[in-house]
């Protein structure tokens, strides 16, 4: 391949879920001069479901310079401090912790003290190491605060979002035409290929061709051009993770909007409980080869006290894994097309936004050139391995024996050896985050996301006899730490005040 600038003239994107017009919006921002066209089928609709984030929707809509007063009334948002994990584990004291995104003074102030409690509680020593009572977050979480805090509160705080995800397309969508990309509607009959293998045009069912130089694929579960087309091999990640189907539903928005997404596990897999300024968002997310789609269905319903409703229920098939190259020749995928490691995490999104701003910078750093896909697609797949490792994890620490769905996790061997190497350090009990950067294990979560989950399970050692803990002096004082905690607090406003709904 020639290192000599090739410019593409054309790209074309194929499909317009989120992830298409997320993609639309970051070239066109980036990629001025270049003609920017985005296909998508009437016919075939988007998969309208993926309503929770990560911090990473707030570092694309700063990329791209739209602002939270402006999409998020449009879009039924509201904020999400984190994640709450309910019914996870049967162990007394553990039977849910939150799972907070970052706050800089975790990182300066009380993270130190949870790693520092975890150590000793590993040791045996009867200390508080549940990760609820260490995390700002949690605390406003608990309080129903928005994370924007007051303009004299000097540290940053992370947060997501959750919105409805029909209304967030259909917002992408106008701010990209409305800077130049070029919305074409047909749907893909065919995808014609050059004599070195290349991508040259799709045909569409009207027998008219789009020609392009560099394509896109978004086109959701079915991979058109990437894994169809090009033949790029696809990685189940089956035996890992179990789910692979949902059932959802919406129910009727309370008076408080909590900023939190719920996760309650349920008997064959887990339900979201997402909050929107007009409604909820629920779905079950379970295992067809352990319960059929009408028993989870009513699962669903009974868990929202909805067994009498007629709100129609809608099922979901679920692909979980990831294709070995995200690039290939002219061609990088984007969302469910590229792979999707079930929604626990609310990850599909991040991924999105991180594959779309790594191949900005591969393709610019390679001139325009295939150059970099190798290291592109490395660092796609470490991206997606290192989401999957800590989704496995939950379910591999869960502490529940209620069903062969949960046992079956607990004693799942398909662990990758990144996880065997983390599950090890934490049993072993010496100093988990040292262990972590010292074996360079730190990729997609951070030492405390991951101490959060195992400890928010209860994963400990039985506790020492009563007469051999009394001589442990914890280096902090629990009282202390709530109050600065509290303290802190103070410059956070209500979730609902936040949303201008009060
Ligand atoms: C149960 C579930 C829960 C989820 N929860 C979350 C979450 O909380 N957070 C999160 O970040 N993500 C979540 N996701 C993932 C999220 O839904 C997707 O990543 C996101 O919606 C992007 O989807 P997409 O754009 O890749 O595909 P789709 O929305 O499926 O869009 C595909 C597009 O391709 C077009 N297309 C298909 N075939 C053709 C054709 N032949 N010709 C022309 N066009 C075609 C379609 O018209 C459509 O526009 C969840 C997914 C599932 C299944």
């Not at 790209?11 to 980036?30: D, K, S």
């Not at 065919?190 to 130089?213: F, H, I, K, P, W």
């Not at 579960?221 to 789910?243: C, D, G, H, I, R």
């Not at 996790?409 to 990758?416: M, Q």
Request: glycine share 8%; hydrophobic share 40%.
């Amino acid at each position: 391949m020639t290192h000599e600038s090739k410019k593409p003239q054309k790209i074309l994107i194929v499909g317009g879920g989120t992830a298409g017009w997320m993609t639309a919006n970051l070239l066109a921002a980036r990629w001025g001069g270049i003609e920017i066209g985005l296909l998508e089928s009437s016919d075939i609709g988007i998969i309208g479901v993926g309503e929770g984030s990560t911090p990473h929707l707030k570092f694309f809509f700063d990329e791209v310079g739209i602002e939270e007063s402006e999409w998020m009334p449009r879009c039924n948002a509201t904020y999400k401090n984190g994640i709450s994990f309910v019914n996870w584990s049967s162990i007394p004291g553990f039977e849910s912790y939150f799972h907070p995104f970052p706050a800089q003074t975790d990182d300066i102030f009380t993270v130190p003290a949870f790693l520092n409690s975890i150590h000793a509680r590993m040791q045996g020593y009867n200390v508080n190491a549940h990760p609820d009572s260490y995390f700002l977050e949690t605390y406003i979480t608990q309080k129903n605060l928005g994370p924007i805090p007051t303009e004299n509160f000097p540290f940053g705080v992370a947060y997501g979002y959750h919105f409805d995800s029909g209304l967030l397309g259909q917002y992408l969508a106008e701010k990209a035409v409305s800077r130049g990309v070029k919305r074409i509607f047909g749907t893909v009959t065919e995808v014609l290929m050059n004599e070195s293998g290349e991508l040259s045009s799709v045909r569409l069912d009207d027998d008219s061709q789009l020609a392009a130089d560099f394509f896109i694929d978004c086109s959701g579960f079915k991979s058109l051009l990437l894994q169809s087309a090009l033949k790029v091999t696809y990685k189940s990640f089956k035996e890992n993770l179990f789910n692979n189907a949902a059932v959802v539903m919406p129910t009727a928005m309370a008076e408080i909007i909590p900023p939190e997404t719920k996760s309650t596990a349920l008997s064959n897999g887990w339900a979201w409980k997402i909050p929107l300024t007009n409604r909820f968002g629920n779905g079950y997310v379970y295992s067809a080869d352990y319960i059929t789609p009408d028993q989870a269905e009513a699962e669903l319903r009974q868990h929202l006290g909805m067994l009498d409703s007629d709100v129609a229920a809608r099922h979901l098939q679920m692909k979980i894994g990831r294709v070995e190259k995200h690039w290939a020749k002219n061609c990088v995928a984007v969302g469910l097309s590229q792979g999707f490691i079930e929604p626990l995490e609310a990850t599909a999104l991040a991924l999105s936004f991180n594959t779309v701003s790594a191949f900005i910078k591969c393709y610019e750093k390679g001139a325009y050139t295939n150059q970099y896909e190798d290291e592109f697609n490395k660092e796609m797949n470490a991206r997606f391995d290192g989401v999957r490792d800590y989704i496995v994890c939950h379910y591999k620490a869960n502490q529940r024996k209620d069903t062969d769905y949960w046992k079956d996790n607990a004693a799942n061997t398909h662990l990758s050896d990144v996880l065997k190497q983390l599950l090890h350090f934490w049993q072993a009990g010496g100093d988990f985050a040292k262990n972590m950067y010292a074996n360079n294990l730190i990729g997609s979560y951070q030492p405390k996301s991951w101490a959060c989950l195992l400890a928010g399970y209860g994963v400990f050692p039985p506790l020492r006899a009563s007469e051999n803990n009394d001589h442990y002096k914890s280096p902090h004082d629990m009282a202390q730490l709530a109050d600065f905690i509290r303290r802190c607090g103070l410059n956070f406003k209500k979730h609902n005040e936040l949303l201008r709904l009060t």
